[in-house]
């Protein structure tokens, strides 16, 4: 097969083009028009709350989330290690520290290592957590590759301790819990904030893109004024506050709009997909797929396979390189952030599970669009180059 098989690509199978040349036809290309507001809507609708602000991005989504929590110079933010820098690069923006945590099995973060910490390095009293006399005034919680973290832990926890929760949903648009506490509630509408990503390679894509949503319709309001430049008026130029250019345009949201269209679609055939490739790695000593958090639908954004390192040693860049000779594009998970160079002077709790398993997952094709005949070339490809690798 000479195909080349991507991880993760956007598909336009829907009204992409016809809402985007309407944008342009009608001259609303910036960050004002209809689109923008209707794609806010249908994001509330979708995800059963009352307040979404459109962004630039979800790193925007999730630096306007700090800044509305009132994170400041000198406070503690706890993050995963294992997951995108761009979960944790916004607690700097605000000039504060983050301190990284572990991930359990369902590689979001540790909630029992997550109460040892608060526990056993912190100082509780009148109200507010204190790490090494800083005040721990949120934490971000990732729902890695479309699995919930544990939230019914860890909102136990932050509400305990007084801790802000900001979850990124960027890569879990369409997750939600079907039993339990939490039943019926969506990633990124649990906590206190929740943002989302609309890259390029998220199961929706509007190019690139965002959006922030929280409990209070005021909060909401207030993010997106921030993220407009906190102009007051349109007329006289007044600015009360520090304001960003985060806002989304309206040309980002005609695609978002066209893409919300067919998101449940894109989640079945994740879904489906999923199930292809269990089948076949079903029985397979070498690797094993891995699962969603029971007592959830996760929308499985991306699917991950967890290699036996008992019995394969081979570099994870190896076996990578083999598989793109086959026209396979397959990745590592992340580098860990507590041992990259911006962070490698900022503290770490008992990281040890996130070693593990960055040395052992490898991301396959997860694209809406893989055949299923597609999915059983990789398949049959990784068994194959495993095999040999024994
Ligand atoms: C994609 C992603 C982001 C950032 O989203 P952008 O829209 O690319 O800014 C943040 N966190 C995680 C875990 C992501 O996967």
Not at 116 to 142: H, I, Q
Not at 246 to 256: D, F, V
Not at 357 to 384: A, G, W
Request: with cysteine.
């Amino acid at each position: 097969m000479s195909k080349f098989i991507p991880l993760s690509i956007p598909n336009f199978e829907g009204n992409e083009r016809k809402y985007v040349d309407d944008a342009i036809e009608q001259g609303w290309v910036s960050t004002g028009g209809a689109y923008i507001s209707q794609l806010e809507s249908d994001l509330a609708n979708f995800l059963c709350v009352e307040n979404v602000a459109a962004c630039q991005s979800g790193t925007s989504a999730i630096h306007l989330s700090l800044v509305e929590a009132g994170v400041k110079p000198g406070d503690v933010v706890i993050v995963p290690t294992l997951t995108f820098i761009a979960a944790v690069n916004p607690v700097r923006y605000q000039f504060a520290e983050p301190v990284f945590m572990d991930c359990d099995e369902s590689l979001c973060m540790d909630p029992v290592k997550l109460q040892k910490f608060c526990r056993e390095e912190c100082d509780y009293s009148d109200g507010v957590l204190k790490y090494k006399g800083k005040p721990v005034k949120a934490m971000v919680v990732v729902h890695v590759f479309g699995n919930m973290a544990d939230m019914e832990a860890i909102t136990e926890i932050a509400e305990k301790y007084n801790i802000i929760v900001i979850e990124d949903a960027t890569e879990a648009l369409g997750t939600y819990y079907t039993s339990g506490k939490y039943k019926g509630k969506y990633a990124g509408t649990i906590g206190d904030f929740g943002a989302y990503s609309f890259n390029g390679n998220k199961i929706i894509t509007t190019g690139g893109g965002g959006a922030v949503t929280s409990l209070k319709k005021d909060v909401v309001d207030h993010m997106r004024y921030l993220s407009t430049q906190a102009k007051d008026d349109p007329h006289f130029y007044m600015h009360e506050e520090i304001g960003y250019n985060y806002r989304m345009t309206n040309i980002q949201a005609a695609l978002g709009v066209a893409q919300m269209e067919e998101l449940q679609m894109f989640i079945d055939r994740k879904q489906s997909n999923y199930e292809t490739y269990k089948k076949e790695f079903d029985n397979f000593d070498l690797a094993r797929l891995m699962q969603f958090r029971d007592g959830t639908l996760s929308n499985k954004w991306f699917y991950s396979l967890k290699i036996n390192r008992e019995k394969i040693k081979t570099p994870m860049k190896e076996i990578i390189l083999e598989l793109e000779k086959c026209g396979i594009q397959t990745r590592a998970i992340w580098g860990l952030i507590n041992e990259q160079k911006p962070y490698r002077h900022c503290d770490a709790f008992e990281i040890d599970k996130a070693v593990t398993y960055r040395d052992c997952i490898l991301n396959i094709p997860s694209s809406t669009n893989i055949t299923k005949e597609e999915i059983i070339f990789v398949s049959n490809e990784i068994k194959t180059l495993l095999n040999s690798l024994t």
